[in-house]
């Protein structure tokens, strides 16, 4: 495996399932992201982790759950979603948390909340 | 005010020709700029990125920045039907993007015609 992986890469759910979303990097990166992209919408940040720790959050409701146990991988636990919750989330990660520092995306997950 | 515009297209060249993408940003503190491109249903790749005022050459790819006016744009020369995709403009650090908070644009179509 190179770059950055997720699974599953589609994802049909109910509003009453608890399901995740798992990451990969397989670049040595030490900072890992969630996005959000919605139709017509410019991408979202969600969650924003470096070193295992979380540093930003960005307004998300609770429902959605990131936990980060490496710097390597990185999950995105869901519950009790809305139907507008349904889009393409993306991770990424770059090495480090500089203005400078490149992301590089994985091919995304695309939510379908019924 | 939106944080980085681009205009959403589409827009169509003819093969061969110059493709020109425009960004404004709001943020005056921004330090780095970047663009991914992004085939429909598929996940953001990086291609440039600028951090200082001028020119930036990659092969066919050129990325100019203008600070004073908030300005940053991509040339594509010798337009392929392969570069036909949506370009996202991403801004980095600043007051809304601080560290690497990456803040997006709604991303330009842009279709290039036999």
């Known amino acids: 495996e190179t770059g950055v992986t997720q699974t599953p890469r589609h994802l049909v759910m109910g509003m009453t399932n608890k399901k995740s979303l798992k990451c990969e990097q397989h670049l040595g990166h030490n900072a890992m992201y969630w996005y959000k992209q919605s139709a017509k919408k410019p991408l979202e940040l969600m969650f924003v982790?470096?070193?295992?720790?979380?540093?930003e959050n960005n307004s998300v409701p609770s429902r959605f759950s990131p936990e980060c146990p490496n710097s390597s991988h990185l999950f995105l636990h869901l519950h009790t979603l809305q139907p507008e919750d349904s889009a393409l989330y993306l991770c990424?990660?770059?090495?480090?948390?500089?203005?400078?520092?490149?992301?590089?995306f994985g091919p995304g997950t695309r939510l379908t909340v019924l | 005010q939106k944080e980085v515009e681009q205009n959403s297209g589409p827009l169509s060249v003819p093969e061969g020709a110059i493709a020109s993408l425009n960004c404004t940003y709001s943020d005056r503190g921004s330090q780095s700029f970047f663009w991914y491109r992004q085939y429909s249903g598929k996940s953001p790749e990086l291609i440039m990125f600028?951090?200082?005022?001028g020119d930036k050459e990659d092969g066919r790819f050129t990325a100019q920045l203008n600070k004073a006016s908030q300005y940053v744009s991509l040339l594509i020369r010798d337009s392929q039907p392969s570069d036909s995709a949506t370009y996202l403009c991403a801004v980095n650090g600043g007051l809304t993007g601080g560290g690497n908070k990456l803040t997006f644009g709604t991303g330009t179509q842009l279709k290039v015609e036999l």
């Open positions: 990424a990660s770059s090495q480090g948390l500089r203005a400078h520092n490149e992301q590089f």
């Open positions: 600028i951090y200082s005022n």
């Open positions: 982790y470096s070193l295992e720790e979380r540093v």
